[in-house]
């Protein structure tokens, strides 16, 4: 059995990692709060970019078969896979979850004997991914520096992809990332972004202008090709902002639940403190009692 | 009194104008373009710039824009940029440290003819 005074250091330190836990779950909910309001705000941005590349792309036919981010390429062999997770951890299920959709599709790839290239974001990623894919990680972005995610961030990492898909190192890249739903709820999502999938939807309310007559200057071919990239690059600082508000919400779940455990385990070792001192003060006075019997 | 228009102006972290204005002169890839009320519906790309917008107010605004896109569709003007700017919050070393930039890409890039339009429309630019 501890003694009283283990006990009572056991108390204090499951306190302390208590504080802790409730600081990092403050924390996280003020940083969740930025993280939303930030997606929130890229959204008309985003919407609007989504529009556009429909009005353009509806009806057009690339004259020639080269490389475009568009239609793809003509081969379906090498697949680039982007992982967007954390830089820290303390996040619950946040880094594993996505880690492993990843992984699924990987051995889904390799079944069809299709190349797979692996690009990590976040260093919590990474750290999973490479004990089984070490040799398919081709990249890695360190995110750590940075404390809210700009729209130049993304670019960057956009520029590193486009430039890969140039120069062929592959064919169809799919982006992973958790999306956030509610404070206790992220879905892992996978996202095909290179071919540019565009998404018809039947019950928009921009259907009719759809099919409205546009000029443009200068030709479809010249505004689609500065399109692209930059439609690409929205949707990787949309994968980026919903990850990191993800992140945030995933940590305040975690750090919650973290707070109330310890709770828990306070309450139990205090009862069993308590208990233990009753029970030393009782031996004492048996002790006593029985002492003064035998005089 | 001209007819006036909605126009809006987005960059990827917020809105950055919503308002009603009787003309905008966008600077356009080929050109500058002014639109008008029930201009013909209309995509292009912009190079880097100012826009000029004669609010529904009389005022006259000015917007430096680096890259993008506009769109004109049933009355109302849709401005999708990378970086807006008021021009009274530019200043030269922005600008020249933009020039530098993007001549540092030039030697790394291919496509090398898009690349100088853009700085010469930088240099251009007259603070």
Redesign the interface.
Known sequence: MPSLDDLKKRIASVKSTQKITKAMKMVAAAKLRKAQE?AE??R??SD??K??MD??SRGFVPTDNSRNLLTGSDEDKTYLLVLFTSERGLCGGFNSQISKALREKVVDLQKENKTVKIICIGKKGYDIVKRQYGDQIVDTVDLSAVKSI??GD??KISDKIIKMYFDAEFDKCLIFYNKFKSVISQIPTEQQVVPAEIVENDNDENIS?DN???????NEK??LE??LP?NFA?QI?KALLESSASEQGSRMSAMDNASRNASDMIDSLTLFYNRSRQAVITKELIEIISGAEAV | MSEIFSIKLVTPSKVFLEANASLVTVPATEGDIGFLANHVNFISSIRPGFISINLESGDEKVIYISEGFAQFNDNSLLIIAVELIEKEDLNSDFVNQKIIDLQNMQDSNISNIKLQSKIDSLKSLSL
């Open positions: 930030a705000q890229s008309p941005y609007n970019m529009n556009l009005s353009i700009q729209y993304a670019k202008r409205s007559f546009f000029e443009f200057e200068p010249e505004i500065e399109l930059l929205v600082f």
